[in-house]
């Protein structure tokens, strides 16, 4: 064996024993996603499972893809320039202290191969350029000189792990789980925003450090919900699972949409009962030659308790033609008549002798009679008196 031989051998060798012999199957990665996110099968508890098996080599009875050839990794690109947003500036609200960290994880994750971004000191010099305002100028100048005493030979990511311990005991809100949990219990669905409802749910319930698919959660999930979506998820059979409480959720409000549309925006998709026709009072358009007009003055019995309009024709006219000849004429003019009250009532004579003419328009409001007006009338005193 020559010695290029050797040394490809070598170097061949010290990949394998690095590189993974496999690369991870689409179901280790979605158990490893479920784990980070929290979700393991829909709340049956345990503890959570540990590192995929790497089993033997390739050829030894590994995972194949479905097309009988391995996947093969993604090459690594060369001469990559920054890439993404930088993140939004952090001014030391503690409200967004995880939001920051959020976006600068994703930033530098987005910009790992690219030259400078692997150095820990570099990485945690840009975060601190991300860093402006009175509540973080004396913790990032106090940082920076922290990272200038760092040599070169201790760059290593004990530099950024230590810093980022050090930036979340600084701003991190210490009251973030007790404000979700209080948020959880508000927390309700709008009607048809089903999708909307279930995010939320979901963030709300990884701040507040609960698990989600738990028993307890699923019970959440279904308070929050409007009562007929929810007696449509209970519906056989009965949900156990997350998945299935949001599955079966989710079929329950694209179904009503579904007939809300059918039937013209009504959700109480029950027995159709036609609209009761209200009768118009005095309407100004005609409503045929035998509907009736009821006022206050021809309402029948049966319209007790209703209102209807007053009856404010000229025939109603002497009622009001009193009022003035009594004050009027008598008043006004030093004229007064003591026999006008009797037992805490207006005497009106006009009551019975209008009534039985008919309230023409030229009879006497007083007596009845045609011929003459009121202030002439002969009856309007009988021994110096009204009668």
């Known amino acids: 064996m020559t010695t290029t031989q050797t040394q490809t051998a070598t170097q061949a060798m010290s990949t394998a024993a690095v590189a993974p012999q496999y690369p991870l199957t689409k179901t280790e990665l979605k ?44 090459a690594t690109a060369a001469n990559v320039k920054a890439m993404g947003k930088d993140p939004p500036l ?12 959020n976006e600068v994880e994703k930033y530098l994750t987005l910009n790992y191969n690219v030259a400078g971004f692997n150095s820990p000191k570099k990485k945690v010099v840009l975060v601190l350029t991300f860093m402006q305002g009175p509540k973080v100028e004396e913790w990032t100048r106090g940082m920076l000189q922290w990272i200038q005493q760092i040599p070169d030979e201790s760059n290593t990511d004990h530099v950024w792990c230590v810093f980022q311990r050090c930036f979340y005991r600084r701003f991190t809100d210490t009251q973030v789980d007790s404000t979700a949990r209080k948020e959880l219990t508000h927390l309700k669905m709008r009607f048809p925003d089903i999708d909307s409802y279930i995010a939320d749910f979901e963030q709300t319930v990884r701040k507040a450090l609960y698990r989600l698919g738990s028993h307890e959660m699923n019970q959440q999930f279904l308070s929050g919900l409007p009562r007929d979506v929810a007696e449509d998820v209970m519906h056989y059979p009965t949900p156990i699972t997350y998945q299935e409480h949001t599955k079966k959720a989710l079929a329950s409000v694209r179904s009503k949409v579904l007939l809300r549309n059918v039937f013209g925006g009504n959700r109480n998709f029950g027995t159709f009962a036609p609209q009761q026709q209200h009768p118009q009072w005095n309407s100004a358009q005609p409503q045929g030659q035998n509907t009736p007009q009821y006022n206050s003055s021809n309402a029948p019995r049966w319209m007790n308790n209703t209102p209807v309009p007053m009856n404010i024709n000229r025939n109603r006219a002497p009622t009001r033609g009193n009022y003035r000849g009594n004050y009027r004429g008598n008043n006004f003019r030093g004229r007064q008549n003591p026999n006008r009250y ?26 009845g009679e045609v011929g003459h007006f009121t202030r002439n009338c002969p009856k309007c005193h009988q021994g110096g008196q009204y009668n």
Do not use: H, W, Y
């Open 31 to 74: 158990e490893l996603l479920n784990v980070a996110m929290g979700e393991r099968g829909g709340g049956t508890g345990g503890p959570p499972p540990g590192p995929p098996s790497r089993g033997g080599p390739p050829g030894g009875g590994g995972p194949a893809a479905a097309g009988g050839a391995a996947a093969q990794p993604v």
């Open 342 to 367: 009797q037992g805490n009532r207006l005497q009106n004579n006009f009551q019975g002798n209008a009534a039985a003419i008919g309230n023409s328009s030229n009879t006497c409001f007083q007596c």
């Open 90 to 101: 952090f001014k030391g609200e503690r409200s967004k202290a995880d939001t920051f960290m």
